[in-house]
């Protein structure tokens, strides 16, 4: 048994359509509209059976729903990490304050605001 690795990035821009292996990985790659265009234009039918049975799948009501719900677990998973990251900040910001560090130089340290710090 034997695993490739392919580095989708590195793929060719242009890909003729007597390479099936190149055009297969140009298809996982399109990330627009106009790059799956430019595939089934080649008129390769499997090619172009694969496309269309893409647009089928994303086309249905169910794969919508899990899209929007992958979409918010992302934003979920982005605002945690962001308060994750902001209650880090005034954490440090806190025990700066009982040092008795300057405010500016809390405010440069933590990115927080001097606002915010006069409000610990």
């Known amino acids: 048994m034997g695993f490739h690795f392919f580095e989708l990035s590195k793929l060719p821009s242009d890909v003729g359509d007597d390479d099936m292996l190149l055009l297969w990985l140009s298809l996982f790659k399109a990330e627009t509209e106009e790059e799956l265009e430019k595939i089934k234009e080649m008129e390769v039918p499997v090619m172009s059976q694969a496309i269309n049975?893409?647009?089928?799948?994303?086309?249905?009501?169910?794969?919508?729903?899990?899209?929007?719900?992958?979409?918010?677990?992302?934003?979920?998973?982005?605002?945690?990490?962001?308060?994750?990251?902001?209650?880090?900040?005034?954490?440090?910001a806190r025990n700066l304050l009982e040092m008795n560090m300057p405010h500016d130089q809390i405010a440069k340290a933590t990115d927080l605001t001097l606002e915010e710090i006069d409000s610990l």
């Open 53 to 92: 049975a893409y647009y089928t799948i994303t086309a249905s009501s169910e794969f919508r729903e899990k899209e929007r719900l992958r979409a918010k677990a992302r934003h979920d998973e982005a605002q945690a990490l962001y308060n994750a990251d902001r209650n880090a900040k005034i954490g440090i």
